[in-house]
């Protein structure tokens, strides 16, 4: 049974930096595109980014540079980099894997097929 496991969310300042990590067990890992995804707090879930069987990355287009993704297949684990935290970064995220190719789709959640359950990044002073 597939299973993915966020990690790394937490309380932050502005301006200050964390890097989510996303495990995945049950599934072959390098053969899924990792997506990761942000709900706000009463807010729709939105793409962040998402990387590639092959390591191409994705990035929604408002996100301003701030986001890094990158994976270790060795170690069957995504991360996501966020630099320069904004109050409006707050929220849960979730990582998410499809084993479908095709570009920024992995963007989309309806394009996703295993969901992890997230961790809560609260950006606050």
């Known amino acids: 049974q597939a299973q993915l496991v966020e990690s790394g969310g937490g309380l932050v300042q502005p301006g200050g930096s964390l890097r989510l990590s996303c495990e995945g067990s049950?599934?072959?890992?390098?053969?899924?595109?990792i997506g990761w995804f942000h709900q706000a707090p009463g807010r729709e879930r939105e793409g962040v980014s998402c990387i590639s069987r092959d390591g191409d990355t994705y990035y929604a287009d408002s996100l301003e540079g701030r986001f890094t993704i990158s994976r270790d297949d060795a170690k069957s684990t995504a991360y996501l980099q966020i630099n320069s935290l904004k109050p409006e970064d707050t929220g849960v995220y979730y990582c998410?894997?499809?084993?479908?190719?095709?570009?920024?789709?992995?963007?989309?959640?309806?394009?996703?097929?295993?969901w992890g359950k997230g961790t809560l990044v609260t950006v606050s002073s």
């Open positions: 049950g599934l072959t890992f390098d053969y899924h595109a």
């Open positions: 998410a894997a499809t084993y479908r190719e095709g570009g920024r789709r992995c963007l989309f959640a309806i394009d996703m097929d295993y």
